[in-house]
């Protein structure tokens, strides 16, 4: 009989927690002999299961434990036959230990599933080193299996791979940036788990939840995701509460109820804002919002407008919007609406477009419209100089487009601070009206909503409404609201009241503009 190696008896005593990962937990770690995570103590059912250590995980942690390896015998994985994702959501208040399950999670999988593959992220760089992979690293450090695994903390190339398998047995920590999706596809792994984990789900980009989806189809996938519900927006909100939620195991883990949290502080919380105050239900309660209180267009409004029934449009002017491309990754957008109708026509979206190229898609949209009977006014985003081009050629061509500076001035100056802020709050109240939006079910429609509902607002000293600006939207990990600020430049002037010859009689009449093409980007 061939003697096991001490490794390979730890791997094999491992291989008897594949479906039990709480018992890997307590097993794996030093609960009885190192005084640093002594904190919490064991109780209920959880005590008598586990006689011989007195700390442990909290008993929400320990639940969390309990039912993924009851999904994981559920499906039973042979190795051979994939099988359907294992998908947990968790929103939860401030304080509750999620980095440290976050950490218990990627181990347990990294050590009892060889050959498996997994990525992480945060919604900032410094978020996903400084607390989710330094938490990662402390109880990797004090684990049975810290030998057999190389720990990496390196900027950009942080991660935590088997020193015999390190391309094929690994775990890698990327960030969440929409530019930086392609490192979240291809993660493939037949005859093992390939998992993701994300850490302060609200901010990760919708496009990185879309990727991801490509790394669940063979195998034994896994997907969690944490966070606070800062947002009843986006795609943590949908799996949470809203209709992916049936994909889902969700839960809401209110703060109060954590051993390791601060209760006198949350009480003073609730004594000076009240149980159902959105910072109470965020912070605490570890519930969404009611209305986004910073949530410039709400989602239950967006809703409505693309479920509401076309009314009719006939004898009103037709307005395309255009939303100029100002960095990489943007796409210039050219949106058509007619009265109450942004639905019925098609959006067009074009990346790496110079201004010649879209001023002929611009005037060919033009041109095939009025052929259809439809008088045509085109307004045209011409801050910081971006849409110069397009429109200098167009109206060297003899066409009439309006140029709109979303850095100036509005013509509510008691309301808003700048014209941008005027368009998307005129867009606000049509969507409060009857204004009718693609289907959420349709690809642009889905977009739409996100890009609608995730942009905050507050307020100048002077209690005007000012929209959070791109820079921010990008620094919390979103793309730019192209195809939203498009609709938007559609409510830039009230045709009405336009005195410029617009659409086919304005062809050769010469347009007058105050464009200035050093005007700063908004």
């Known amino acids: 009989m061939v003697k096991l190696s001490a490794d390979a008896q730890l791997m094999d005593a491992l291989s008897e927690f594949y479906a039990k990962p709480l018992e890997y937990v307590m097993f794996n770690f030093p ?73 218990w999670l990627i181990k347990f999988l990294m050590d009892t599933r060889p050959f498996c593959k997994g990525t992480v992220t ?8 400084a607390k989710t992979w330094s938490e990662l690293g402390k109880w990797h450090n004090m684990s ?201 026509f098609p959006v067009f979206r074009g990346s790496g477009l110079d201004g010649v190229r879209l001023a002929g ?23 910081g100089g971006y849409g110069g081009s397009p429109l200098d050629h167009m109206r060297y061509l003899g066409y009439a487009p309006i140029d709109v500076h979303p850095g100036r001035l509005p013509t509510d100056t008691s309301t808003y601070a700048l014209k941008a802020d005027e368009m998307w709050g005129k867009m606000k109240e049509a969507i409060h009206g009857q204004l009718c939006l693609p289907d959420r079910l349709d690809r642009t429609g889905q977009m739409l909503k996100n890009q609608l509902t995730q942009r905050e607002f507050g307020h100048t000293t002077a209690e005007k409404i000012k929209l959070e600006p791109k820079k921010k939207l990008r620094d919390r990990g979103l793309p730019s609201p192209d195809v939203a600020d498009a609709l938007a430049f559609t409510y830039a002037e009230d045709v009405a009241s336009i005195r410029t010859p617009v659409g086919a009689a304005a062809r050769n009449t010469k347009a007058q503009s105050d464009y200035d093409p050093l005007e700063e980007t908004w």
Request: aromatic share 10%; with cysteine.
């Open 31 to 103: 609960w009885d002999t190192d005084a640093s995570i002594q904190i919490i103590e064991l109780r209920g059912d959880y005590a008598t299961r586990f006689p011989n250590s007195v700390y442990g995980p909290d008993i929400w942690a320990c639940e969390f434990l309990d039912q993924l390896g009851e999904e994981i015998r559920k499906r039973g994985f042979d190795g051979r036959n994939s099988v359907a994702p294992i998908r947990f959501s968790t929103a939860s208040g401030h304080g509750i230990g999620k980095s440290t399950l976050s950490a």
């Open 361 to 383: 898609k611009i005037i060919e949209i033009q041109n095939m419209y009025e052929a259809q009977g439809h008088e045509v006014v085109v307004f045209i985003d011409a801050g």
């Open 122 to 129: 945060a919604v900032t760089a410094d978020q996903l080193k």
């Open 144 to 344: 049975l299996t810290k030998h057999l695994f190389d720990y990496n903390t390196g900027r950009g190339a942080m991660s935590l791979s088997h020193k015999e398998h390190p391309q094929r047995w690994r775990v890698d920590a990327q960030t969440c940036k929409e530019e930086n999706s392609e490192a979240f596809a291809g993660q493939h792994s037949v005859s093992s788990s390939s998992f993701y984990l994300f850490d302060e789900a609200s901010g990760i980009p919708e496009k990185i939840y879309e990727v991801r989806e490509g790394g669940l189809t063979d195998g034994e996938p896994m997907v969690f995701d944490f966070g606070n519900p800062t947002r009843n927006s986006g795609r943590f909100f949908e799996n949470c509460i809203g209709r992916f939620k049936h994909r889902f195991i969700t839960r809401s883990i209110d703060s109060r109820d954590v051993a390791i949290t601060n209760k006198e502080l949350f009480q003073e919380m609730i004594d000076d804002y009240g149980e159902e105050d959105d910072i109470v239900k965020v912070r605490v309660r570890g519930l969404f919002p009611s209305a986004g209180s910073a949530q410039f267009i709400s989602s239950g409004d967006v809703d409505l407008c693309q479920s509401r029934e076309l009314g009719g449009n006939e004898n009103i002017p037709l307005i395309l919007g255009v939303d100029v491309a100002r960095q990489g990754n943007d796409e210039s957008v050219i949106y058509p609406r007619q009265g109450n109708d942004a639905r019925s």
